[in-house]
């Protein structure tokens, strides 16, 4: 080959090499962006429906504090809120496994602080069947179980919140995790 044909094709590869080289890891980093921001967004939205939920059945459970309604009247509303706690569950665990693979798990735990959120329903439950019971002792005690349970669902959900707002951040962040390659 001659050095008339042979100079412009080592120009073309030595410029074109790193020009795909560089397209590639557009590519790449553009879509670990992309795919952080669907994580933090889908545990941002786990949080919104989560908040929602408790939000409905403290409410209910606030009624019933308060003496506007009675403990029988609480069955739905635990029973719907149990149901979407299981499948927000269900969901944060998917969100959670992309947490520890992206070096998130330290930020904290949907799972767990849905978790919380459960056992306050939980507690809710047990109160108000006590109090369901018609003996005057347990009455009381049932009282002090749908309190507690009522405060511990307020705190479960700011968790809930907290801590899809801290994961969200932590995809977003300049440390998100990724250090190269495909993922």
Known sequence: MSSGV????LAFFALGVPIVVLLWRVL??????RR???HGGAARDIARRAAASLSELAA????LRRGKS???ELAGPIAEATNALGRYATDAAIVDTHAARD?????????????????AVELIEHGRGLMLSGAVELVGEGETAVKRGYLNLLHARDAIRATAD???AA?????SGHQGGSG
Do not use: F, K
């Open 60 to 63: 209910a459970v606030d009624d």
């Open 6 to 9: 042979l100079l412009p094709l």
């Open 28 to 33: 790449i980093v553009g879509g670990e962006l």
């Open 166 to 168: 801290d994961l969200a």
């Open 103 to 119: 070096g998130h798990a330290t930020v904290g735990s949907l799972v767990e602080a849905i978790g919380r959120a459960q056992r």
């Open 70 to 72: 009675q403990p029988d």
């Open 36 to 38: 952080d921001a669907q």
């Open 171 to 175: 995809w977003a962040g300049p440390s």
